[in-house]
T-cell receptor
Framework: GENVEQHPSTLSVQEGDSAVIKCTYSDSASNYFPWYKQELGKGPQLIIDIRSNVGEKKDQRIAVTLNKTAKHFSLHITETQPEDSAVYFCAASNPTGFNKFYFGSGTKLNVKP | DTEVTQTPKHLVMGMTNKKSLKCEQHMGHRAMYWYKQKAKKPPELMFVYSYEKLSINESVPSRFSPECPNSSLLNLHLHALQPEDSALYLC?????????????FGSGTQLSVL
């Protein structure tokens, strides 16, 4: 089955700096990679996703890159703000069968004002 | 409306109690999910319903009993739980339940079993 690894487990940055979170996956059949942000006491919120037919996707301060050959994808947050502080999860899924996601272990991002 | 609504937000129950968690969405989605999340861990899939039929049961103990009365509602009936079942229970929905669909989560029910 699929195995998704996520690094780092914790990340502290100064407000205004950039943050990068990296994930690798093992199953070459995986072709959909969402990123979720989870604030304390809330459920995960989908913030950006990428499909394997593109290499990069951007939405304002957030971008995701995908390297299918190396089987890794990354979340990039620029100009970080204190409200970006949360736990971020990457995930992978493939098109066969039911909509099952394999999640990374999570990254706790702390943006210091 | 892009919300998945879960009630209650918090629940404390004894090991002999019977309780139910409820989930509702009005996005027209035909697939609904239950996940369990322990502190500092990613969500773990428990059940998937697609078109009101149970499609996936990830070998969940029978003390957890899901029910999907219609495509907008999802319940999780709890009976004879153990303290280790204490966790955040998340409901989610997607369009049909086939692969690679966007998944939308509710805010969860924080369950404590005493």
């Amino acid at each position: 089955g699929e195995n998704v690894e996520q690094h780092p487990s914790t990340l502290s940055v100064q407000e205004g700096d950039s943050a990068v979170i990296k994930c690798t996956y093992s199953d070459s059949a995986s072709n959909y990679f969402p990123w979720y942000k989870q604030e304390l006491g809330k459920g995960p919120q989908l913030i950006i996703d990428i499909r394997s037919n593109v290499g990069e996707k951007k939405d304002q301060r957030i971008a995701v890159t995908l390297n299918k050959t190396a089987k890794h994808f990354s979340l990039h947050i620029t100009e970080t703000q204190p409200e970006d502080s949360a736990v971020y999860f990457c995930a992978a899924s493939n098109p066969t069968g039911f909509n099952k996601f394999y999640f990374g272990s999570g990254t706790k991002l702390n943006v210091k004002p | 409306d892009t919300e998945v609504t879960q009630t209650p937000k918090h629940l404390v129950m004894g090991m002999t109690n019977k309780k139910s968690l409820k989930c509702e969405q009005h996005m027209g989605h035909r697939a609904m999910y239950w996940y369990k999340q322990k502190a500092k861990k990613p969500p773990e899939l428990m059940f998937v319903y697609s078109y009101e039929k149970l499609s996936i049961n990830e070998s969940v103990p029978s003390r957890f009993s899901p029910e999907c009365p219609n495509s907008s509602l999802l319940n999780l009936h709890l009976h004879a739980l153990q303290p280790e079942d204490s966790a955040l229970y998340l409901c989610a929905s997607s369009l049909t339940g086939t692969g690679n669909e966007k998944l939308f989560f509710g805010s969860g029910t924080q369950l404590s079993v005493l």
